[in-house]
């Protein structure tokens, strides 16, 4: 089942007993941008979601092939 990062952000932080807070500053992140992560927001910034996610002790990782957009997909 595919989960969106922000989703996936909650569920950890939540199974690990942390408050945003201190999740922000463990990632060294502000409280306001957990929070618009965990609601899936699309404005949040790549490099900042890195950090979250390796706070929890995650790392994202990338299929190394290329195709070209369809602005026809969803």
Do not use: H
């Amino acid at each position: 089942m595919d989960k969106d990062i922000g989703t996936f952000v909650k569920q950890e932080r939540i199974r690990r007993g942390l408050t945003q807070q201190e999740l922000a500053d463990k990632a060294d992140v502000g409280l306001n941008f957990v929070y618009q992560l965990e609601k899936n927001k699309p404005t949040v910034q790549l490099d900042k979601t890195n950090q979250v996610l390796k706070s929890l002790g995650y790392v994202v990782g990338a299929i190394r092939s290329f195709s070209p957009w369809d602005e026809d997909t969803p």
